[in-house]
């Protein structure tokens, strides 16, 4: 279709981008992988046509935030379609970024083996089932996550969830590309700077995430393969060194399940976006099994590995060494044994970072459309350069203070967004119960609650968050109450909004009638 075309779409306001659309399949993941931009809103600017255009003309995803209609997805929902959900999230955390969160047990926290396993499991299965529950509003709705959250947040009181995601996503980014960087620079011996490691691992998520979600379920549904073996590998060689009679020496326990719990829970704002090309007849708690597994297995799995290493770093002084560089350089050294061929497993064990950022990357370009109107007015495939970049630079300018940084980062953000799911099960079971959702509505601002409600709770779940946390920087009067400190962040702020949410809610709509 040249450019001319998309002009004469673009001043014929009866027509939509459809004159190529195809008879959609019934099997689900054929329909994305057959490509998606078949039917996109009218371009409105010379930007978005041409980027339409060049979309199209190289089989990339031309859909932002639009909502994905029932007659773009199938009928039906197979047996692979559920694998291929459970898969996307398996893929993508299979992973050494949760190798990192593990490692904090033993070094940060002092968390003893037994203690520590059994903590990761509890956490993130709990935390995996949260992004279940979510995932759900994907096949359901045909909505991105930040846009299903205007039908509790509002459309205005919406935005703060959105900055708050682009932090969670591009967080995630920069400790993928950041731990990808120390990997390649551990195997070269450190010649080479931790940048350059950085800047390949930015680029090759950025190659992955303009083309969207076909790319995207492509690469998610073979990219677990090496990963785990790589893994099993890694299993081989340090789990003789685990120090499997390490006891918890510190009151650190509270503090280290909730940071896994935080962990796995901030991928809940990108829950439903991966599942909007799926049937709406999707099963529901079929979906929410298959994101729960595929989530919680895999993290649970890498976080183990992550505390059985932390704990081997106090018998091993060559562990400790690298641990004290980076954690890339403690996952190289592991390796070392199998000299060349151990080299081979760290790019192994590098690259498939990428499969967790492009999940980040995608996502955080989507949010980055919902900031408002002007924002949606620019194509997600510049966005998604956009957010390449930012997160790029944070880890080149923040790579000397890799842990402090993860630390407070992860515990921070599953404070809003357990506030946010606590108030989403309140309004989809309490209010919604029998009326349900009018999931065409999602960009009307008349047709969705006004927010105030929310946005109130929302901001009550804060203050006992901040009262009941216990970081470096900061403790409450609450969390200070026991011992030496104990974080209560998530619980109390789940419980504050969940308390006064209903009541503020019925007062909006019998006042407010929305």
Known sequence: MSP?????????????????????????????????????????????????????????????????????????????????????????????????????????????????????????????????????????????TMVIIRYTMGWWPSRICVLLNLVIMLGWGLVDVLITGQILTAIDGGGMTVIVGVVVASLVSLLVVVFGIGVFHTFERYAWVPQLMVMFILIGLAGPLFKTDAMTTECGSNEF?????????????????????????????????????????????????????????ASNPNWANAYDQSTGALLVEIFRPLDRFGSFCSVILALGLIANNVA???????????????????????????????????ACVGRNSFYDVFENFLALMG???AIWITLTLEEEFIFRRKAGYDWTAWNSPKLLPIGLAALAA?????????????????????????????????PLGASWSGIVFPCLRWLELKYVGR
């Not at 901030?266 to 991966?274: E, H, L, N, S, Y």
């Open 458 to 490: 929302f901001l009550v779940g804060w203050a006992g968050a901040i009262l009941g946390m216990n970081q470096t920087y900061f403790t409450g009067p609450i969390g200070n109450l026991v011992g030496g400190g104990i974080d209560f962040g998530i």
């Open 415 to 417: 404070y809003w967004v």
């Open 4 to 144: 001319s075309s998309f002009d004469a779409i673009h001043h014929d306001p009866t027509r939509t981008m459809d004159a190529d659309k195809l008879p959609v399949p019934d099997h689900e993941i054929s329909v994305i992988e057959a490509g998606v931009a078949k039917e996109v809103s009218e371009p409105q600017n010379l930007l978005q046509r041409w980027v339409v255009y060049l979309e199209q003309k190289f089989g990339m995803e031309a859909r932002g935030i639009d909502r994905v209609p029932e007659e773009l997805r199938g009928t039906k929902t197979s047996l692979m379609d559920y694998c291929q959900m459970a898969l996307v999230w398996f893929s993508s955390n299979c992973t050494a970024a949760s190798i990192a969160i593990g490692l904090l047990g033993p070094k940060v926290f002092g968390i003893g083996l037994s203690d520590g396993l059994v903590l990761s499991v509890f956490a993130t299965m709990l935390a995996a089932l949260a992004v279940g529950y979510i995932s759900t509003f994907g096949p359901a709705s045909g909505n991105r």
């Open 257 to 313: 399940l909730f940071l896994v719990f935080s962990g796995s829970l901030t991928w809940a704002p990108a829950g439903a976006d991966f599942y909007v090309y799926f049937s709406p007849n999707a099963t529901r708690w079929k979906v929410c099994l298959s994101a729960t597994l595929g989530l919680g297995i895999s993290t649970a799995f890498t976080t183990m590995l992550g505390v059985g290493i932390g704990t081997g770093t």
């Open 360 to 394: 980040g990357t995608y996502s955080a370009a989507l949010s980055f459309q919902l900031l408002g109107r002007w924002f949606a007015q620019i194509p997600r495939l510049i966005w998604t350069v956009v957010g390449v970049m930012i997160y790029t630079v944070l």
